[in-house]
């Protein structure tokens, strides 16, 4: 087997907004694998996530140099567990390899086009008038669940905005999800919990920052919207962290982000986590290329759920990886006929 690796910056049509900041651009690492005589070249994404990634750290390259050159040298794989990303793109490369056809790593009826995956319209923080426009234009394109991530305005505003969709559909006709990325303080978030309440909400992702154990099992056990975990789940590397969370904090759902989690493997674990503490759960997308969202798809749609799939990043990018991904009538699809175009990547 040999290896190598090469490194694209992803550039996005507009800012991306979230309660740490804008993105204009983004890092993706892809991981190569091939074998002697077969002229099939499988690929993975790293997707490291400036800000967020627990592996965002000095000597992120170097690992990838010591990864490709212990597969070239046939020697023993360092050990990943301190980099999830690189983990997951490993694993991605190997099972694409193993099943040696473009973009095929858990084979089933979504990868030949016969089902597809219901997920979330995201609506990207921004001025009141453009999240209004956001949201209408999920609203025409099929979505049933609308996702909203707030945190940067005036939260009156966003009340408004949530005001504007429940005037005009009920829950049973449309789900909406708003996702704070810990932009309440402790001692605010649950008077403003009760707000949001009135407005019949799926759940509210990460209301306040992670680490704060306390406050946030305080918060899960009083909230009259049930609490998902996003960014408390980020660098529990260990498995006996990952059940003390569950067991301090007790949340009603969790959001797995295998970029961030590790090879799916890790996600397996939490989700048996999650079933073991009676938490829901869904999978998300964490701004990685087509290659990444297309593993991360296929993934969850081996995993089952009943839950809405965050899998609606693959539209953000001027330069993103050409592929059989679609979002139609609120559903990602996979076309088999149509072909992937790798050749904006080095």
């Not at 923080?125 to 940067?152: H, P, T, V, W, Y």
């Given at each position: 087997?040999?290896?190598?690796?090469?490194?694209?910056?992803?550039?996005?049509?507009?800012?991306?907004?979230?309660?740490?900041?804008?993105?204009?651009?983004?890092?993706?690492?892809?991981?190569?694998?091939?074998?002697?005589?077969?002229?099939?070249?499988?690929?993975?994404?790293?997707?490291?996530?400036?800000?967020?990634?627990?592996?965002?750290?000095?000597?992120?390259?170097?690992?990838?140099?010591?990864?490709?050159?212990?597969?070239?040298?046939?020697?023993?794989l360092?050990?990943?567990?301190?980099?999830?990303?690189?983990?997951?793109?490993?694993?991605?490369?190997?099972?694409?390899?193993?099943h040696?056809?473009?973009?095929?790593?858990?084979?089933?009826?979504?990868?030949?086009?016969?089902?597809?995956?219901?997920?979330?319209?995201?609506?990207w923080?921004?001025?009141?008038?453009?999240?209004?426009?956001?949201?209408?234009?999920?609203?025409?394109?099929?979505?049933?669940?609308i996702?909203?991530k707030?945190?940067?305005?005036?939260?009156?505003?966003?009340?408004?905005?949530?005001?504007s969709?429940?005037?005009?559909?009920?829950?049973?006709?449309?789900?909406?999800?708003?996702?704070?990325?810990?932009?309440?303080?402790?001692?605010?978030?649950?008077?403003?919990?009760?707000?949001?309440?009135?407005?019949e909400?799926?759940?509210?992702?990460?209301?306040?920052?992670?680490?704060?154990?306390?406050?946030?099992?305080?918060?899960?056990?009083?909230?009259?919207?049930?609490?998902?975990l996003?960014?408390?789940?980020?660098?529990?590397?260990?498995?006996?962290?990952?059940?003390?969370?569950?067991?301090?904090?007790?949340?009603?759902?969790?959001?797995?982000?295998?970029?961030?989690?590790?090879?799916?493997?890790?996600?397996?674990?939490?989700?048996?986590?999650a079933?073991?503490?009676?938490?829901?759960?869904?999978?998300?997308?964490?701004?990685?290329?087509?290659?990444?969202?297309?593993?991360?798809?296929?993934?969850?749609?081996?995993?089952?759920?009943?839950?809405?799939?965050?899998l609606g990043?693959?539209?953000?990018?001027?330069?993103?990886?050409?592929?059989?991904?679609?979002?139609?009538?609120?559903?990602l699809?996979?076309?088999?006929?149509?072909?992937?175009?790798?050749?904006?990547?080095?």
């Amino acid at each position: 087997m040999k290896a190598r690796w090469a490194k694209h910056t992803l550039k996005f049509r507009k800012a991306a907004q979230t309660s740490r900041g804008a993105y204009l651009e983004k890092p993706a690492y892809y991981l190569y694998l091939s074998e002697a005589n077969n002229d099939f070249v499988a690929i993975g994404e790293c997707g490291l996530l400036p800000g967020l990634s627990y592996d965002d750290k000095p000597g992120y390259e170097q690992q990838l140099d010591r990864l490709v050159n212990a597969i070239n040298d046939k020697e023993s794989l360092p050990p990943l567990h301190e980099w999830p990303s690189i983990a997951l793109g490993l694993e991605m490369a190997l099972l694409n390899l193993k099943h040696g056809e473009d973009g095929i790593i858990f084979p089933s009826a979504f990868t030949k086009g016969e089902d597809a995956i219901p997920i979330n319209g995201l609506v990207w923080m921004d001025s009141a008038q453009n999240m209004q426009q956001q949201i209408e234009e999920k609203l025409r394109e099929g979505f049933s669940c609308i996702k909203l991530k707030i945190g940067a305005i005036e939260f009156e505003r966003e009340l408004a905005l949530l005001a504007s969709i429940r005037e005009r559909f009920g829950p049973g006709e449309i789900e909406i999800r708003v996702d704070a990325n810990g932009a309440f303080k402790p001692g605010e978030a649950k008077e403003k919990l009760q707000k949001l309440a009135a407005f019949e909400l799926h759940s509210i992702e990460q209301p306040i920052m992670a680490g704060q154990w306390e406050d946030m099992a305080a918060l899960c056990a009083e909230s009259p919207v049930p609490i998902a975990l996003d960014e408390e789940l980020i660098g529990l590397i260990d498995a006996e962290e990952r059940e003390a969370a569950m067991e301090h904090i007790k949340p009603q759902a969790i959001v797995l982000k295998p970029s961030l989690l590790g090879a799916f493997s890790v996600s397996d674990e939490w989700i048996q986590l999650a079933e073991d503490y009676g938490a829901r759960w869904w999978i998300t997308s964490a701004l990685e290329s087509n290659v990444g969202l297309n593993a991360i798809a296929q993934y969850a749609y081996a995993c089952g759920g009943s839950e809405q799939q965050g899998l609606g990043t693959g539209r953000l990018y001027t330069n993103n990886v050409e592929g059989p991904l679609e979002i139609r009538d609120g559903h990602l699809h996979h076309l088999p006929k149509r072909n992937w175009d790798y050749s904006v990547l080095p």
